[in-house]
C-alpha cells in the first residue's frame, strides 16, 4: 500500500469531515463496516455477472445459489443486503435499519462470518443524513475499475483508514495498528515464504497481511503460507477478520486471553511476528507461576514483556525464527529476574539480532521501542552458523517525519536495516560492522556487558569527517577560548585548569 496515495488521502480527508462530533474510536466501526461491505458486495458482483453469463465452467450454474459463491471462495450477499440497493436508498431515514438487516442476513448465510459484521447503524444517536453521505463517498471506491484491481483498491483503503484511525485515537490506536513501516522491517528480515506464521497479539491483522504481500511481491505461492492468530480484544477481532477477509487470507484467528488459554497450544509456528502491548502490568502473572512456557525464567508479575518472549520462543518450530516488537526497557532491564532471564535466554543461543528503533513510530506511545529477532536453531544449516554471535542495529538516526508528531521508515531506510541483517545471517553474505549504526558482537562482548542488549553500547560512535585541523591546534583554541571566558580566581576556573594541566594544557 502506498500510504501516500492521493485517492486514500482525499477519501479519508471526505469520510473525516462526516465524523461530526462522533468518537473516532465509534466511527471507525462505521465507516469500515461499510468499506467491508462494499468490497463484498463488489466481489459478489463479479463472479454474479460470469455465473448470469453461464458460460465455460460457469455453464448451467444459478447465480442465486449461495453454493455457488462458496465453491469459489466468495461470499453470497443477499439481494437487500447488496451494495447497490442499499446505495438507492441511502438517503431514506431507515437506512440504518436496513443497513444491520443486511449485516444480519450476510452473516447468516455465510458462517465465517458469524459474529464479525458491526450492526450499529440503526442507533438512533447516528445522524442518518450524514451516514447516507458516507455511503454515497465509499460508493465511489473502485467505481471506474473492475475485478481484482476494485478489490485490492478497497482493500488498501481499509487497511490506510486503520492506520488514519489509529493515529486519531491516539493511545487506544495502538491496541490494533502497528505502523505499517515498522510490520514491514519485521516481515522482510524474516522472509516468511512458506510455513506456518503466528501472532500471539494479532490486533487488526497487519502482520498476516504484509505477510502475503510479501511473498506475492516474491513471486510465491501464498497458499504456502498458514496463519494463526490469537487476540483478546472482541471489537479488535472483528476489525482483523474484516481486514483478512478483504485480502483474501484465510486464517486462523481466535478469541481469547493468550497467556491464560491458549487457543493454538500444540502449533509450532516457523515465523512469529508481533507488537505485544508494552510493558503490561496485569497481564495475570500471578495464576501462571508454574506455567511451562518459562524455560529461562519466571517472568515478574507486574511486567508482561518477559513472558511474551518466553511465550514466542515457546511457540517456534525447531528451526522457527520470531521477531517481536519491544519497549527499549526490556533490553536492559533487571528488575523482577527479567536480567536473569535475558542472560538465560541469550546463553540459550536464542537471541539472532537487536535493533533499536527510533522514537515517534508509534501513534500510541512515546517510549522508545526495539525488535528483537529470535532463532530457535542458529546451526540449522539454512544460513550462516551464528550461534556465538549476536546482531546489533542502532537504526535510531534513520527515518524521516511524516507530520508533526510521527516519524516512519521508508523503504530506503527498511533495506537498510534488512540488507545489513541478511549479509550478516547468510551464507556468504558480506557483512562488515559500521561504526555508530551495526556491529557483530560475540557472546563474550555481550557477556562483559553483563548481557545488556542495547544496541548503543556495542556499535560505537559514527566516525566525524576529519576537518584536517591538527589535535593541538584545537586545544590551544579551546584553552584560549576558556581563559576569556572564565572569572579568574573563580572555583570553576580551578578545576578545568587543573584538569587540563593533567593532559599537559595550561590557559
Not at 517481536?324 to 538465560?344: D, F
Request: charged share 25%; glycine share 8%; with cysteine.
Amino acid at each position: 500500500m502506498s500510504e501516500n496515495n492521493e485517492l486514500e488521502k482525499t477519501l479519508w480527508a471526505a469520510a473525516d469531515k462526516l465524523r461530526s462530533n462522533m468518537d473516532a474510536s465509534e466511527y471507525k466501526h462505521i465507516v469500515l463496516g461499510l468499506i467491508f461491505l462494499k468490497y463484498i458486495s463488489d466481489a459478489f458482483n463479479d463472479l454474479y455477472e460470469q455465473l448470469k453469463a453461464g458460460e465455460g465452467e460457469f455453464e448451467g450454474a444459478d447465480p442465486e445459489d449461495a453454493d455457488e459463491y462458496l465453491a469459489h471462495n466468495s461470499f453470497f450477499v443477499p439481494e437487500k443486503a447488496r451494495w447497490q440497493f442499499l446505495q438507492d436508498r441511502a438517503k431514506q431515514p431507515e437506512i440504518g435499519k436496513w443497513l444491520d438487516e443486511a449485516m444480519d442476513a450476510i452473516e447468516k448465510i455465510n458462517p465465517s462470518l458469524k459474529g464479525v459484521l458491526p450492526k450499529i447503524y440503526a442507533d438512533p444517536e447516528l445522524n442518518k443524513q450524514r451516514l447516507g453521505e458516507i455511503i454515497d463517498l465509499i460508493g465511489t471506491i473502485g467505481f471506474n475499475q473492475s475485478g481484482h484491481k476494485a478489490k485490492d483498491l478497497l482493500g488498501r483503503v481499509y487497511e490506510y483508514f486503520l492506520g488514519q484511525f489509529a493515529n486519531a485515537e491516539g493511545k487506544k490506536g495502538g491496541q490494533f495498528w502497528t505502523p505499517a513501516s515498522i510490520v514491514k522491517v519485521l516481515v522482510a528480515m524474516l522472509e516468511p515464504y512458506h510455513g506456518r506464521v503466528y501472532d500471539g497479539c494479532c490486533g487488526s491483522g497487519g502482520m498476516f497481511v504484509q505477510s502475503e504481500r510479501f511473498v506475492e511481491e516474491h513471486q510465491g505461492n501464498v497458499k504456502n503460507l498458514s496463519i494463526y492468530g490469537q487476540e483478546s480484544n472482541p471489537t479488535t477481532l472483528r476489525l482483523a477478520k474484516m481486514n483478512l477477509a478483504i485480502r483474501g487470507i484465510d486464517a486462523c484467528i481466535e478469541l481469547g486471553d493468550t497467556f491464560l488459554n491458549d487457543k493454538h497450544k500444540d502449533m509450532k509456528a516457523d515465523f512469529i511476528l508481533a507488537n505485544p502491548p508494552f510493558n503490561v502490568s496485569d497481564w495475570s502473572g500471578e495464576h501462571l507461576r508454574e506455567d511451562s512456557r518459562w524455560k529461562f525464567g519466571v517472568p515478574p508479575t507486574g511486567n508482561a514483556n518477559y513472558a511474551w518472549l518466553q511465550h514466542f520462543v515457546h511457540k517456534l518450530s525447531p528451526s522457527g525464527t520470531a521477531g517481536i516488537v519491544l519497549a527499549n526497557g526490556s533490553m536492559n532491564s533487571n528488575s523482577g529476574g527479567e536480567g536473569e532471564i535475558r542472560k538465560n535466554m541469550i546463553e540459550a543461543g536464542l537471541i539472532d539480532c537487536m535493533v533499536a528503533l527510533p522514537a515517534q513510530l508509534f501513534y500510541n506511545t512515546m517510549i522508545p521501542a526495539c525488535l528483537w529477532f529470535l532463532a530457535r536453531n542458529k546451526t540449522n544449516g539454512k544460513f550462516r552458523n551464528r550461534s556465538d554471535d549476536i546482531l546489533f542495529i542502532d537504526a535510531r538516526k534513520i527515518g524521516s517525519m511524516i507530520n508533526r508528531r510521527n516519524k516512519e521508515f521508508s523503504d530506503e531506510d527498511i533495506a537498510q536495516i534488512t540488507d545489513t541483517y541478511h549479509a550478516w545471517r547468510n551464507i556468504g553474505g558480506r557483512y562488515e560492522d559500521k561504526a555508530g549504526f551495526c556491529k557483530a558482537a560475540t557472546l563474550e562482548e555481550v557477556r562483559k556487558n553483563n548481557y545488556v542488549l542495547m544496541p548503543g553500547r556495542y556499535v560505537g560512535t559514527e566516525a566525524e569527517e576529519d576537518d584536517g585541523i591538527p589535535f593541538d591546534e584545537k586545544m590551544n583554541a579551546l584553552t584560549a577560548r576558556l581563559a576569556e571566558q572564565f572569572a579568574r580566581g573563580s572555583e570553576l576556573e580551578k578545576i578545568i585548569r587543573e584538569n587540563l594541566k593533567g593532559i599537559g594544557y595550561e590557559f
